[in-house]
C-alpha cells in the first residue's frame, strides 16, 4: 500500500445524539456526544428557553 492511499483512509466515528424535551415549556433541544457512558438522565439540565432547573430521566421506549 502506497502512502497515498493510507492517508485516503476514511476515518469512522460514532456520534449519539440525546433529545432533550422541557417539561416546563415543552422546549426541545438536543445534546452530542462521542461518549457512549454519558447518559444525560443522570444528572440535572437548564432549560435553554425558559431556564427551569430540573432533574432528567430517560424516557422509555
Ligand atoms: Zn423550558
Do not use: F
Amino acid at each position: 500500500m502506497s502512502q497515498s492511499e493510507k492517508s485516503a483512509i476514511i476515518r469512522v466515528q460514532k456520534e449519539i445524539i440525546w433529545h432533550m424535551s422541557c417539561g416546563a415549556c415543552g422546549y426541545y433541544w438536543t445534546i452530542p456526544t462521542m461518549d457512549e457512558k454519558d447518559n444525560p438522565a443522570r444528572r440535572e439540565w437548564t432549560c435553554p428557553l425558559c431556564a427551569t432547573k430540573s432533574p432528567a430521566e430517560e424516557a422509555e421506549i
